[in-house]
Structures are given as C-alpha cells and as structure tokens.
C-alpha cells in the first residue's frame, strides 16, 4: 500500500476503513475497497484525513482482515467456530465443552514469522461452550502475504494447531479404602466429591465400593468393574509410601502400569496414574475431600479424552503445579494445573 494525498487519490482503490466520528456517532464513513471520487474529496478532508492508504499493483500485500481468514482457515477446530474479522482480528469460540490443546511447538513458530500474532488460552485447558479459545490478527494494516504462506505451510506439515478434543462416554468404577470407613467408624467423605466431580463429564458410575484395607478385597473390587465393563477406575484412600498403604500395592496386583506415583504439584502430591491396557487409573489422595481443587481436577478432562497421560505430562505440572489456595478458587482460570 502507499500513502497518497486525497486531492490525488481519485480512482484509486482504498485499502482500510476510513472512520468517521461525530457526536453520537463512530463507524465508517468510507469502507475498505471504496474507489475514492471527486466527491469523497471534501469529506475526507472534513474527517481530518488529508492522506489516505491506497492499494500498490503487484506489491504482494494482503489486507489484515484478509489474513485473519486464511489464518482460520489453516487452523480448523472441530467443536469450535470462527467469528468474522473484526478490529482486524478472529476469535476461536468453543461451540461444545473439551479440552482445548495447544500445539506449542508449532504456535512458536508460527509467532515468530513478522507480523503474525496468535493468542491462545493454555494447553490442557477443560474449555465450556462459548469460551474464547484464540484470537489471531497479523499487527500493521498490511503484511507480505508470503508470511500467510509460509504460516500456512507449517500448518499442513505438522497437521494441526489447535484442537478442542471432546469428552467420551467412561464407564466408571469408583473403589474407597479404609478400614475406618469399612467398619462405619467413620462417614465416608469422598464419594459425594467424586460424584460431584464426576457429573461434569459424560460418566456412567458403576459404582462406590469401600473397602477394608485388605488387598485381596481391594483387588476383588477392581475386578469386578472390569468385568462390568468399566473403563476408568478411581481409588481413593491410603495413597501414600507408607507400609500400611495398600491402595499403590493393589493397583499393582492389578498387572497396571504405573506412569507416575507421586506428582510435582500441591494439593495432590501423592496422586497415583496408571495404565491397564487402554483403561485409565487414577489414585486420589486425600487432599481431595478438603479442598476445591487438586490434581484429581487437572487430570480429569485429559481422562475423558481419551488421551494417555505420560510422564512427561506429569513432570510438566511442577511449572504452576503450585496451588496458590486463594480465598475463592477460580480455577480453571489461574496458574494451577498447567502443563
């Protein structure tokens, strides 16, 4: 584009929205792609505008709103929608709830190509209907559409950006330890929490089993959900190192493999995450009963994903895997959890 007088601008093609601002009133007095006239001249001049920005033939440029598109374009959402270009900028809307990834590696890249600027919320994020995912605009009126391309590129290479991956259907087994809870000693605290939790998601409980702390009963109980068809399984109870913890040794005698017993954030230190096959485990501790939020409410949108935590997931969580325990939780949107 270039920037001409208006008194020279007759015929040529504008290449932004010209706005006009009186008492009462803001919004466009010419619109982008307006071929100016003689006529628009004194207007223009009443506006204060004594240049203008009109196109240059084969300069290679490509309007703001126009990147904004094909910026969209090269990263579709299933589960979510674009707006249409306003200020120059889209925004990625959830349209249903999932949790919303983030591929970083490639986002950096893509940041670093001149103009472009894409904002994100952080991967792993549980996202609810209407939520605003991201926004993506390039930073001056014009850029060199070689950038979209190159953009563009790097996103058929990699294969996506970003994702809103929907919540599945988990049949669940929910098994309570302790023989304190077993003999009515106590009331049991943790299954009205894990019921709670659970409804946020498409759930179907099995069941609440307590047992005492027995093995051989804790390992009964597993079984029997899987032989009912359960697909996660939730303990809780007993999750420590301690000798007299059976809850780890159980999940053992299962044949599960564990990813990770003990994790590098608070409250939930002593979470437990294992694999039995394609059946996700999970050993809560008991920070979950007191408290709003712990790792046990991290985890969960990934488990009803139906991706596989990792290790690597988890040494990921020591960066903001510390709960600042304010006085409302507001969680999801603060620091704690991410990873």
Known sequence: MKKVKVQNAVG?????????????????????GHIITEEDIEELLDIGKKYIYVWEENAGEIHEEDCARRLAAMAPVVGAHYTEPSEGKVLLIADAPGLFRVNRELLERINSIGDITISTLPDHYPAKPGARLASM??????TQESQILEAEALCREA????ALRPYQ?????????GSEIYSGRIRDRFAPVVRKKLAAYPAEILGITVCDDDLSMIVYAAKDFLDRGADLLLFTG???????????GAIRALGAEIISHGVPA????????ARLGDIPILGIPGAAISLPTTIFDVLLPQLFTGEKLT???LIRLGDGGLCQMCGSCRWPNCSFGRY
């Open 12 to 32: 040529m093609t504008l290449c932004h929205d010209v706005t006009r601002m009186t008492e009462g009133f803001k919004g466009p007095a010419f619109r982008r």
């Open 137 to 142: 605009r390039i930073v001056p009126l014009v």
């Open 159 to 162: 294969g996506w950006l970003l």
């Open 169 to 177: 259907h988990r049949k669940t087994g929910v098994i309570i330890t």
């Open 238 to 248: 007993g999750m420590s190192v301690d000798p007299d913890d059976l809850t780890p």
């Open 266 to 273: 608070q409250p939930g230190n002593m979470t437990l995450a």
């Open 311 to 313: 290790k690597k997931d």
